[in-house]
């Protein structure tokens, strides 16, 4: 089975900073992207940042300059500096599966690690 475990979230005060790593162990034949997500109480889960290929990263707008994410063989991380109120919420790590001609892509998520930042 695959497993993804997230951790290193807490609790921080505005202006600091957090690395959150998440842990991918079991099989999967062929990854097609791994990021980041959020959800804040009331709100929907949207993208923080996600990695298409080594090089290839993208940010949602109110995290750029802000957050990195990278990759360390089966370990995906995401650098979070400066951070605001706004940043709280549950973060949760995501890895999608290619998809085959007999199979259909699949979607990979951990557990979430809580990430809350005072005013």
């Known amino acids: 089975q695959v497993q993804l475990v997230e951790s290193g979230g807490g609790l921080v005060q505005t202006g600091d900073s957090l690395r959150l790593s998440c842990v991918v162990s079991?099989?999967?034949?062929?990854?097609?992207?791994m990021g980041w997500y959020r959800q804040a109480p009331g709100k929907q889960r949207e993208l923080v940042a996600g990695l298409t290929g080594p090089t290839n990263a993208n940010y949602d707008d109110s995290v750029r300059g802000r957050f990195d994410i990278s990759r360390d063989k089966n370990t995906l991380y995401l650098q979070m500096n400066n951070l605001k109120p706004e940043d709280t919420a549950v973060y949760y790590c995501?890895?999608?599966?290619?998809?085959?001609?007999?199979?259909?892509?699949?979607?990979?998520w951990g557990k979430g690690t809580l990430v809350t930042v005072s005013s």
């Open positions: 079991g099989n999967i034949f062929s990854i097609d992207t």
């Open positions: 995501t890895v999608r599966s290619r998809g085959s001609l007999f199979s259909s892509a699949k979607d990979y």
